[in-house]
């Protein structure tokens, strides 16, 4: 008698879920980069997987990726309330309800595999006190304002 289980396969991070969002876009690239946890404490994000060459192309974000105030304005079910809303209001004002309807609506929204990756408002990190001394900074080629 033969016996097969079936296994369960983890689900990917809503960060490994981001990155192949991204990766599936005309002109991205996904160089040698991978997603980590801080080692400040203050999150997850990109990482260097290997040492890099000068002019080494790390990662490219198509523009389809990004969310900006065009992105909401020509939306085409908000873009005529959020333009009202901006000239109203302020920029600000018209992106944060583009955001709202995109989290709201999640099943409508291409944009979810980005911000399921966004932390809960309820919980806002303390970056005060995960600070980059500015001599450490200094030493990691950081620029200094």
Do not use: C
Request: charged share 15%; hydrophobic share 45%.
């Amino acid at each position: 008698m033969l016996v097969l289980f079936a296994t369960a396969q983890a689900a990917p991070s809503p960060h490994e879920a981001l990155l192949g969002w991204v990766s599936s876009m005309p002109g991205a690239v996904l160089g040698p980069v991978k997603v980590s946890t801080s080692t400040l404490g203050i999150g997850i994000g990109l990482v260097l997987s290997r040492a890099v060459e000068e002019n080494e192309v790390l990662f490219v974000v198509p523009a389809p990726a990004i969310i900006t105030l065009q992105t909401a304005t020509e939306d085409p079910v908000l873009g005529a309330q959020l333009s009202k809303l901006r000239a109203q209001e302020t920029d600000r004002a018209a992106l944060a309800g583009f955001l709202a309807h995109q989290i709201l609506n999640p099943d409508d929204s291409r944009y979810m595999p980005y911000l399921a990756t966004l932390p809960p408002v309820s919980a806002p990190p303390d970056l005060a006190s995960h600070a980059i001394p500015r001599h450490a900074a200094a030493s990691r080629g950081t620029p200094q304002p």
